[in-house]
Nanobody, 126 residues
Framework: QVQLVESGGGSVQAGGSLRLSCAASGDTYNLYSSRCMGWFRQSSGNERERVGVIYIGSGGTVYDNSVKGRFTISRDNAKNTLYLQMNSLNAEDTAMYYC????????????????WGQGTQVTVSS
């Protein structure tokens, strides 16, 4: 079993920055146990959407157009931790943010992700 725990959410004014963390743990688990990991978000009344993903093997990343150039995914393999650096935040970024891991499948598809954290709330005031 894999546990993912997000942290770093909070309230920030528009234009500000936050860095989210996702600590992964589990028996014999490390980041390389997954094909890919991703950050997703869900705002009130909306479906969960992809923010960005990282391919664990290559380190390659893919971002949604709404965050491209503002958000950056990174990882610390030694700490089994995934990060999401969020800059130039705006009110539309307000949501619950989740990290997730996929063992296989298409990393761009939400159903591929079989492990999820509990989420951390990000609120941006204008």
């Amino acid at each position: 079993q894999v546990q993912l725990v997000e942290s770093g959410g909070g309230s920030v004014q528009a234009g500000g920055s936050l860095r989210l963390s996702c600590a992964a743990s589990g028996d014999t688990y490390n980041l390389y146990s997954s094909r890919c990991m991703g950050w997703f978000r869900q705002s009130s009344g909306n479906e969960r959407e992809r923010v960005g993903v990282i391919y664990i093997g290559s380190g390659g990343t893919v971002y949604d157009n709404s965050v491209k150039g503002r958000f950056t995914i990174s990882r610390d393999n030694a700490k089994n931790t995934l990060y999401l650096q969020m800059n130039s935040l705006n009110a539309e970024d307000t949501a619950m943010y989740y990290c997730a891991a996929a063992s296989s499948g298409n990393c761009l598809n939400i159903p591929s992700y079989n492990y999820w954290g509990q989420g951390t709330q990000v609120t941006v005031s204008s």
